[in-house]
């Protein structure tokens, strides 16, 4: 069964930063499309930033210039590196990621527990 425990939340002032990381079990990284997404209150869930197997990234606007996803393949770990916080970063990131199964090529969808993030003063 594929895990993904989130850590590296916190409370942070305002243009501070924060490196989320994303343990996987029973599934490489290297090999997936990685991505982390957040969820404020009273909001969608939003794709924050993804990496796919080809090391190419993908970033929300309102984080570019900001935050940096990269893995480790050794670690089996994908982190999310966050400077220049705002207070509208505020929200409950989740690790995610997503199989095709054999045969059936059905999607199957896994996601972390979510790490809480708050930059307030």
């Known amino acids: 069964q594929v895990r993904m425990v989130e850590s590296g939340g916190g409370l942070v002032q305002p243009g501070g930063s924060l490196r989320l990381s994303c343990a996987v079990a029973?599934?490489?990284?290297?090999?997936?499309?990685m991505a982390w997404y957040r969820q404020a209150p009273g909001k969608q869930r939003e794709l924050v930033a993804s990496?796919?197997?080809?090391?190419?990234?993908n970033l929300a606007d309102s984080v570019k210039g900001r935050f940096t996803i990269s893995r480790d393949n050794t670690k089996n770990t994908v982190d999310l590196q966050m400077n220049s916080l705002k207070p509208e970063d505020t929200a409950v990131y989740y690790c995610h990621t997503f199989i095709l199964q054999a045969i059936t090529l059905r999607r199957v969808d896994y996601w972390g527990q979510g790490t809480q993030v708050t930059v307030s003063s």
């Open positions: 029973e599934l490489s990284v290297s090999l997936n499309t």
């Open positions: 990496i796919d197997r080809s090391d190419s990234t």
